[in-house]
């Protein structure tokens, strides 16, 4: 199987580290290329208009999210580091391939949602700073995909080294505006208690939760922890959950300093004198310096802007390759990679600017957060789901209580988003000049993501549910045959499928072959994964069929019979003829589930396909 970032993977070895600050040092890092993310240009402009709209009272919200935040990103660093799969390779192994083309395409739009807020805001920091007008802004923004293929061509460390510089430069601009602004800290602490006051501040509040937990910072999360070489004990495993903890909680404690400030600082200044309809990120950068009485603040503040979006654009480019090989398998080279993403950013931009003139930057990275947020779904309850798995987690699976809060943090976010979705889409029929071509259009396409949230959501509990129905267990197998004087078939081959219709396959074959013969149990392993990976699969119902096959053979061979196995991985009409055709069989004896007519329409047989592709007799059992 393909590594996760492969040209770093495990390019950081901890393991001669020692001391206790030393070892956690070499762990430190993963984390702050992913709370970059939680202090991009995006979170600006939510957090300003939050702040001059609604002063103090949506504190509570950043808190919230980033509470979310720091739970969610432990999720995925303890999938990166247990399984070593990112969040897209294990999606890949669990759900059908159109299914995950479908997630892909959702990943796709998340981080070019995303990296349309970077792009803006490196270009709007460019116009603050040095008077350089938005569209060669944001024309020179495609220069810094240079600077991030130049960081990971000299090393993962480098590259981290790089951002944190970029973080301190944001905190401590940060630190200075405070001190200028002088907020009231009793209204701070007033605004820690949860309210909405309207339908907008319920808008502005899923844009700051789609600002925050941004559905690309898991995929790259889960990538990035493999960054780091340790023992694959599981006292390794259960260090390396440990250090990466405290790398989370470090890094996102600072980027929810970053948010809190920029909001309390349009609280402070715009709210505070009236000016409440303050969202565009120019504008706060103008008024400033009469609000705050000098010329350092406007300067750190775009400064700081620059830093964020540069920031920022290198861990969106990376989590573009990560969907990129975990859901398609495809591999292109980084720096092409980094282009393609960059101009699927840049277009929409240069056109919306073009068009409709910098006036409109700051509603159009309220969107692209809101965008986020409404994809922030399709990454979680995938997330949750994989890490609560005993099977594909080791043992490492989460307790029943951080199952039951993760569950709880993916409905608030899918039921704001579904308020959310509901509430535009009534504004827009009410509006619309032709609301039928809304009733054919957006409403059906409404439907149909709400569809595949519900079965992403229910699909893994139906699977649990049918392993628990299905006879998987050969000891209730009923096994009845009379011994001949003469057995004729020597070299007998059994497909099994561990239901109802081994019993009568293997009662068949004894009677064919009796105690003398050799017996083969052939099984196929269907599932995604062995589809495309084969033998080097490695998730649940690999591991499952395995130990089943073995139980088979186990019970089999105790009561006299020669029995051999065969794990096969793919479409059986496939593999069981290659199978069949390279061994030296007499027979191949197979049971089937009774299903004709429109049944075998809709599900095939196996039985039709490969009957014509074997060279010896097929015996089928009903």
């Not at 399984?83 to 059908?96: C, N």
């Not at 649990?464 to 299905?470: A, D, L, S, W």
């Not at 057995?487 to 059994?494: D, R, Y």
């Not at 029995?563 to 069989?585: D, M, R, S, V």
């Amino acid at each position: 199987m393909t590594k996760s970032l492969e040209e770093v993977h495990e390019s950081v070895s901890t393991q001669h580290k020692k001391t206790g600050f030393r070892k956690i040092l070499a762990f430190l890092g993963p984390a702050y290329l992913v709370s970059v993310g939680y202090m991009d240009p995006g979170n600006w402009a939510t957090d300003i208009a939050g702040g001059s709209q609604f002063g103090y009272t949506l504190v509570w919200v950043l808190l919230m999210s980033n509470l979310m935040a720091l739970l969610l990103q432990s999720l995925s660093a303890r999938l990166g580091i247990v399984t070593q799969r990112d969040l897209a390779q294990a999606s890949r192994e669990t759900y059908s391939k159109y299914i995950n083309y479908i997630l892909y395409f959702l990943a796709e739009i998340a981080i070019a949602a995303c990296d349309l807020a970077e792009v803006l805001g490196m270009a709007i920091g460019i116009n603050l700073l040095f008077g350089i007008p938005l569209l060669e802004g944001v024309l020179i923004t495609v220069l810094d995909t240079f600077i991030l293929l130049f960081l990971i061509n000299k090393g993962i460390r480098k590259m981290e080294a790089f951002i944190i510089a970029l973080v301190a430069i944001i905190g401590f601009s940060f630190i200075f505006e405070m001190i200028f602004a002088e907020p009231e800290i009793h209204k701070i602490i007033g605004g820690l208690v949860p309210s909405i006051p309207n339908s907008a501040a319920l808008y502005i509040a899923i844009g700051i939760i789609g600002a925050t937990v941004m559905p690309h910072n898991l995929y790259l999360h889960s990538s990035l922890v493999q960054t780091r070489k340790f023992d694959r004990t599981p006292a390794g495993i259960k260090q390396a959950l440990k250090y990466n903890l405290i790398d989370s909680t470090i890094a996102l404690n600072l980027a929810f300093f970053v948010n809190a400030a920029i909001l309390i600082l349009a609280a402070a200044t715009f709210h505070k004198n009236g000016m409440f309809e303050v969202a565009e990120i120019q504008d706060a950068h103008q008024f400033l310096q009469p609000l705050l009485g000098t010329k350092w603040a406007p300067i750190l503040f775009a400064v700081a802007l620059i830093a964020a979006g540069q920031s920022s654009t290198v861990t969106g480019t990376l989590a573009g390759q990560i969907v990129m090989e975990g859901y398609l398998h495809f591999r292109i080279q980084p720096w092409v990679r980094r282009i393609i993403t960059r101009l699927i950013a840049i277009v929409p931009a240069l056109i919306v600017i073009y068009i409709y003139g910098e006036d409109v930057t700051g509603k159009l990275l309220i969107l692209s957060q809101v965008i986020l947020s409404l994809q922030l779904g399709f990454a979680i309850i995938p997330l949750i789901h994989f890490v609560s798995d005993k099977s594909k987690m080791n043992g490492f699976h989460i307790s029943r209580t951080t199952q039951i809060v993760s569950w709880i943090i993916a409905s608030i976010i899918v039921s704001l988003n579904a308020k959310l979705v509901y509430d535009e889409i009534t504004s827009w029929l009410q509006n619309s000049n032709n609301p039928t071509l809304l009733w054919f259009t957006v409403i059906p396409l409404a439907f149909g993501f709400a569809g595949l949230l519900l079965y992403i959501i229910f699909k893994p509990f139906i699977a649990k549910f049918k392993e628990k129905t299905i006879n998987h267990s050969p000891h209730n197998l009923k096994l009845h045959f009379s011994q001949k004087k003469t057995q004729e078939v020597k070299n007998i081959a059994v497909s099994v499928d561990f239901s109802s219709a081994d019993e009568a396959a293997l009662n068949h074959a004894f009677e064919l072959g009796g105690i003398e013969a050799k017996y083969t149990l052939i099984h196929i392993v269907e599932t995604v994964g062995a589809l495309m990976y084969g033998i080097h699969v490695h998730d649940h119902e690999t591991t499952i069929d395995e130990k089943l096959l073995l139980e088979y053979k186990e019970m089999l061979s105790q009561k006299g019979f020669n029995i051999e196995t065969e794990l096969g991985f793919g479409k059986p009409a496939k593999i069981i003829p290659e199978i069949i055709n390279n061994g030296f069989f007499d027979i191949l004896v197979m049971g089937t589930h009774g299903h004709t007519g429109l049944k075998d329409i809709l599900f095939g047989t196996t039985v039709d396909k490969l009957r014509h592709k074997i060279s010896i007799p097929l015996l089928i059992v009903k």
